[in-house]
């Protein structure tokens, strides 16, 4: 069984696995591997956004170990910017999917009225996939902020 709590700051290590695996990585900003000091910068920022109210970060945890990181922050565009970082061994068994489906409830209580969103690699099948079978729609294709191209979905 899966249980998913609040990343704390004690939460870094496990954060830190999923974060400077080049195949977690490869489909997050850029899809350049992430250094030590990124990752933690990054850590940081979303502790110090759900500390001001404006972010959800989960970390999803089974008998053996880490399953995943489930994000939800207010972003530039006053949307709530979704996204699941699952370790490797978990990719392919529907946990994405769940725990999709576990958050958007959460950011509907969070964040009334605010739009969930979520951005996807155009050339990550599989991404594309949960997000549609977690009930999110396309809605158009565009330069991302790492200048690469990305399917943007919302949450219906």
């Known amino acids: 069984m899966i249980g998913l709590d609040a990343c704390t700051d004690a939460d870094l290590d496990d954060f830190l696995t999923l974060a ?11 899809g350049t591997p992430w250094t030590p000091e990124t990752a933690r910068a990054r850590f940081r920022r979303g502790m110090a956004c759900c500390a001001r109210g404006e972010g959800l970060w989960l970390i999803a945890r089974d008998g053996t170990g880490v399953v995943g990181v489930v994000v939800g922050e207010l972003d530039h565009l006053a949307e709530i910017e979704t996204g699941i970082w699952l370790a490797p061994r978990h ?7 769940g725990l999709l489906g576990v958050l958007l409830p959460m950011v509907r209580v969070r964040f009334p009225g605010v739009l969930p969103t979520a951005y996807a690699d155009v050339d990550h099948a599989a991404s594309a996939a949960m997000l549609r079978a977690a009930g999110f729609v396309e809605d158009g294709t565009l330069t991302g902020r790492h200048g690469t191209e990305v399917t943007r979905f919302v949450a219906r």
């Not at 400077?20 to 850029?30: E, S």
């Not at 990719?91 to 999917?97: F, V």
């Open 20 to 30: 400077l695996d080049p195949r977690v990585t490869a489909r997050i900003g850029d």
């Open 91 to 97: 990719w392919g068994r529907g946990h994405g999917r």
